[in-house]
């Protein structure tokens, strides 16, 4: 069963205009989000993260708004350019074994964006 | 900066052959991880070790195995390799946490494997 959902495989959105990637959870027990970008035939390089306890983090043209009530979590790209075409994976971090972290990832949404 | 390094960027293997897929990092990181990443399917993990010579099972470990001998070392071995195993494999490093904190992880550039 997936923990980590990103239910839109693929966006196609303007340069210039706001791109908006949506993930969802399961799990109440996550107490940290990331996001990652990653380009064809390279490894996926780390974005932007959110901590469960605020519900929106900042960084330049990147923010992740966290909603725990719904279990959802979107990225805002503002304003988008090319090179943001890229796959963004969401993943959630969770506590394995009691003392150790690994990342859930959901499946990626690809991002496209059009000059 | 972390630096992951992965021993092929692309590989072409046999049905049957014995394959061993590196990675190395720099930074002393305790966690390492062996992820395949198809289309459709985002990254799964395989493997993963959070101290030198202990692994653990991820979700995917059938027909694979590892070895962390060193701690900056991690491979995946994959014993008689098969077509459906042809896909990215992506290796990652971690510090270790007590649980706190976000986890990061930090990919190397991924070997794309093809099993004939």
């Known amino acids: 069963d997936q923990q980590v959902k990103q239910n839109s495989p693929s966006l196609s959105v303007q340069e210039g205009r706001i791109s908006i990637l949506n993930c969802d959870y399961t799990?109440?027990?996550?107490?940290?989000f990331l996001w990652y970008k990653k380009y064809p035939a390279e490894g996926p390089t780390f974005l932007i993260s959110?901590?469960?306890?605020?519900d929106k983090n900042e960084d330049g043209r990147f923010t992740v708004f966290l909603n725990k009530s719904a279990k959802h979590l979107s990225l805002h790209i503002v304003p988008s350019q090319p090179g943001d075409s890229a796959v963004y994976f969401c993943?959630?971090?969770?506590?394995?074994?009691?003392?150790?972290?690994?990342?859930?990832f959901g499946k990626g949404t690809k991002l496209s964006v059009k000059p | 900066d972390v630096k992951v390094t992965q021993s092929s960027r692309y590989l072409v293997k046999r049905t049957g052959e014995k394959v061993f897929l590196e990675c190395v990092q720099d930074?002393?990181?305790?966690?390492m991880f062996w992820y395949r990443q198809d289309p459709g399917l985002g990254l799964r993990l395989i493997y993963f070790?959070?101290?030198?010579?202990?692994?653990e099972k991820g979700d995917i470990p059938e027909g694979y195995s590892v070895s962390r001998e060193k701690k900056e070392r991690f491979s995946l071995i994959l014993e008689s390799a098969s077509t459906n195993q042809t896909s990215m494999y992506l290796c990652?490093?971690?510090?270790?946490?007590?649980?706190?904190?976000?986890?990061?992880?930090?990919f190397g550039p991924g070997t794309r494997l093809t099993v004939l």
């Open positions: 990652a490093s971690s510090l270790w946490t007590s649980g706190a904190g976000n986890n990061e992880q930090f």
């Open positions: 799990n109440s027990m996550f107490d940290y």
């Open positions: 959110i901590s469960s306890i605020k």
């Open positions: 993943a959630a971090s969770v506590i394995y074994g009691g003392s150790q972290g690994n990342l859930i």
């Open positions: 930074m002393d990181h305790e966690n």
């Open positions: 070790s959070y101290d030198v010579k202990m692994k």
